[in-house]
């Protein structure tokens, strides 16, 4: 006898349709997978059968051939036990096959019958609502996150005896529906403020403008003036999550296996700082079976580079395309994986090796400091939007370590709001969000400089041998910092404010 029933996979962070095809026929006693298997997926043979027997059902001395649909397709995880037990039981006239079309089955089991949680269940869900399968049959500790899918009804099951009970009386199953109370802002105040650093009001107007753009940012500067500081700040100054953005979010940490039971849908902005250790498939992705990075992880909020001379100058510059194309594209034997990388890059760096240049403190030589600095290579620092200097301060008193800034965290949020507010409005026809992300058509369009302006860009331009990247990220952040003013050109002053975010480039690499 045959049966077929519907179950999902995950390709890159998406699910994707696997057909469980089943044949039990008369022949020498055994159970065969086949489709192009992982070795998780082969060991399924073994975890259903003793699975089905520990459920009180005896597996009668036939041959089953079970196959996972399409062959050309690699089928990874644990999540086809659920689908791969249902199919021999159809066969078998255990359950009923007909009208099995209407369900999706998702679940790892147990040798003992139970039905345990799975990753990935979000993309497998929301695929299975896509293709109009809308009830679906999962691990009971899965539920909550399936949840966050409108149109599907999970039937949450704890052992392979439920669910067979379930299946002998469709008519009264019920399950749980999307629940809209995931999605609600969370109210919370500012772990991390800007209030609290003293001073720096350059540096926090560039962390705005970073922010109000969407722009990649660099902090330069002697150890210990606030470099990490300012950085881990930034995501307290971009908008909560839009729902959208919390279930992509939501469901690269379902893949991942990071997603937290109590709190699957946070609308806070992710922070990634990964040790500059890191290796260049855990920051951009890959491996042999391959899986989402840092880049991926930090999708819709901040992944920050400590230490920046630190890292692998050839893992740094793996960054360079998912900083222009806002994903990442991983090539195996085996398929190519597309994770999403839309995140902002920030960075931190020393301007030397003891830490203290430009102080006069700092001992080391230009050999030494070119040495140290020239780990970081120019395509990359051509894709940094703005470079802002941290200098050291002097503290005068106790007082002033103590005291307030009027610059907080939500004050400069709200100024990050209007700002996107008024992105929001241009790009309204544009398939763009932010000004980072204009191409040269839309800088044309958008970036009108007063005449003045005009004047000052031809003398930068007469005397400078910026990159036409260069250029073009010049406007983009001058536009953002005209948005912050209020301001429909960019005018001089807007713009000498975002050339001042490249002279980085020349007073520590001696170009640009």
């Known amino acids: 006898m045959f049966s077929r029933i519907r179950s999902y996979g995950i390709s890159g962070i998406d699910g994707i349709a696997i057909a469980v095809e089943a044949d039990v026929s008369p022949g ?15 060991e399924a043979e073994e975890r259903v059968r003793t699975a089905i027997r520990n459920s009180g059902i005896t597996l009668p001395p036939r041959r089953i051939t079970v196959n996972l649909s399409p ?29 099995m079309e209407e369900f999706t089955f998702l679940g790892e089991l147990g040798l003992d019958g139970t039905v345990r949680p799975i990753r990935g269940i979000l993309p497998m869900v929301i695929a299975s609502v896509k293709d109009g399968v809308r009830r679906i049959f999962l691990p009971k500790d899965n539920v909550r996150e399936g949840r966050a899918v409108m149109g599907a009804e999970l039937i949450g099951v704890t052992d392979l005896k439920e669910l067979c009970r ?12 999307f629940d809209s109370h995931m999605f ?43 470099k990490s500081m300012a950085a881990s700040r930034l995501p307290g100054i971009l908008p909560p999550l839009t729902m959208e953005e919390t279930i992509e979010l939501a469901k690269i940490r379902s893949i991942c296996g990071l997603l937290d039971p109590s709190v699957p849908f946070s609308r806070k902005r992710p922070f990634r700082a990964p040790h500059h250790s890191v290796t260049q498939s855990a920051l951009v992705g890959g491996g042999a079976n391959p899986r989402p990075g840092e880049i991926t992880l930090a999708t819709h909020g901040v992944l920050f580079l400590d230490e920046l001379a630190e890292f692998s100058p050839r893992t ?117 969000r932010y000004n980072s992300e204009m191409n040269s058509a839309q800088i044309r369009a958008y970036c009108q400089l007063t005449p ?23 406007c983009r952040v001058a536009r953002t910092l005209a948005d912050l003013d209020g301001k429909e050109k960019i005018d001089e002053l807007v713009l000498s404010e975002a050339l001042s975010y490249r002279s980085f480039q020349k007073k520590y690499w001696g170009r640009g």
Not at 185 to 198: N, R, S
Not at 330 to 350: F, W
Request: aromatic share 6%; charged share 25%.
């Open 166 to 177: 379930m299946l002998s009386r469709r008519a009264a199953i019920q399950g749980e529906y």
């Open 71 to 99: 062959a050309g397709i690699r089928k990874e995880g644990t999540a086809f036990d659920l689908a791969i037990a249902v199919a021999v039981l159809c066969c078998l006239g255990v359950i009923d096959p007909d009208g």
């Open 316 to 432: 740094i510059d793996l960054l360079r395309q998912p900083m222009e194309e806002h994903k990442v594209v991983i090539s195996r034997m085996k398929g190519t994986m597309v994770y999403p990388a839309d995140c902002m890059i920030a960075a931190a760096l020393n301007g030397c090796k003891c830490g203290l240049y430009p102080d006069r403190r700092c001992q080391c030589s230009d050999n030494d400091r070119n040495r140290y600095l020239g780990k970081i290579s120019g395509p990359f620092l051509d894709r940094i939007d703005i470079g802002v200097e941290v200098p050291r301060q002097k503290v005068r008193s106790t007082e002033q370590l103590a005291g307030k800034e009027s610059w907080s965290t939500a004050s400069m949020r709200e100024k990050v709001m209007q700002a996107l507010e008024i992105q929001k409005k241009r790009f309204s026809s544009e398939p763009i």
């Open 28 to 42: 020498l006693p055994m159970f065969h997978l086949v489709g192009h298997l992982s070795r998780e997926v082969s």
């Open 452 to 474: 003045e302006a005009v004047q000052l860009l031809d003398r930068y331009s007469a005397g400078d041998n910026t990159s036409l990247r260069g250029y073009g990220k010049i």
């Open 184 to 226: 609600e802002e969370e109210d919370h105040p500012f772990a991390e403020d800007y209030a609290d650093m003293i001073g720096l009001k350059s540096v926090k107007f560039a962390c705005m403008a970073a922010a109000a753009g969407r722009h990649s940012i660099l902090f330069i500067g002697p150890a210990g003036t606030g």
